[in-house]
């Protein structure tokens, strides 16, 4: 069965330090998606990245990175020099391949704190 | 491009009554996914639809229900309220699907239940 855990539940961090969310995730299936997706106090989500289960070249945008191991089933996030505006609730996300029964799961979130 | 609105944004219920919200996805979006979001069980998948059928549905009772409209609207239902259906539903929209798209979603539906 699939599911996806986020072991922080909260996070505070001084503005401009780095900070690193942690992803963990199982699956039984050799193809599937993983997600992260912002949620400001507005309350919309925001899609940050997808990520198929072939692809385990880290990415990078802007002050944002990602780190795929599948080795240790883990998505980890960094975001760098940290901004007051990350202040939000981070959700990892993992969907198994389309056409199979196809369901999104996500993680209880992370709220992150960044404090000026 | 218009994003993904949802309607009405507040809504409160009393236990036993019917509610339905809509979603507008954003224009040439085919798939429509709905969440709940509660404290306790976070984000939770609902179900799913595309081109006017339902595609995939998570975990929960037939109580919750929905349907899609040939112009991708799409509107659910929760018969009999209880308490436990407070939320905040939220509806996304993507190109062709939960996996192989991103997402889009909309500021969402708090519904309260008394």
């Known amino acids: 069965a699939q599911k996806v855990t986020q072991a922080q539940t909260e996070i505070s961090v001084v503005e401009k330090e780095d900070v690193t969310l942690d992803c963990v995730y199982e699956?039984?299936?050799?193809?599937?998606?993983l997600f992260w997706y912002k949620q400001p106090p507005s309350g919309e989500l925001v899609f940050l990245i997808r990520?198929?289960?072939?692809?385990?070249q880290n990415e990078i945008s802007g002050r944002y990175s990602w780190n795929f191991q599948k080795s240790t089933s883990s998505f980890n996030f960094t975001i760098t020099a940290s901004q007051v505006v990350d202040s939000a609730v981070y959700f990892c996300?993992?969907?198994?391949?389309?056409?199979?029964?196809?369901?999104?799961?996500f993680g209880k979130g992370t709220r992150l704190h960044i404090l000026p | 491009k218009a994003g993904v609105t949802q309607t009405p944004r507040y809504l409160i219920k009393t236990r036993g009554q019917q509610v339905t919200l809509s979603c507008s996805p954003i224009?040439?979006?085919?798939?429509v996914s709905w969440y709940q979001q509660t404290p306790g069980q976070g984000l939770q998948f609902l179900f799913e639809?595309?081109?006017?059928?339902?595609?995939n549905k998570g975990n929960f009772p037939g109580r919750f229900s929905g349907r899609q409209f040939s112009n991708s609207r799409s509107e659910m239902n929760v018969s009999t309220l209880e308490l436990g259906d407070s939320a905040l539903y939220l509806c996304?929209?993507?190109?062709?699907?939960?996996?192989?798209?991103?997402?889009?979603f909309g500021p969402g539906t708090r519904l309260t239940v008394t």
């Open positions: 996304a929209s993507s190109l062709a699907g939960t996996a192989l798209y991103e997402q889009y």
């Open positions: 699956t039984r299936d050799t193809t599937y998606y």
């Open positions: 990520r198929n289960s072939f692809d385990e």
């Open positions: 996300a993992l969907s198994e391949a389309e056409g199979r029964d196809d369901k999104i799961i």
């Open positions: 224009s040439g979006h085919r798939s």
């Open positions: 639809y595309f081109s006017e059928t339902q595609r």
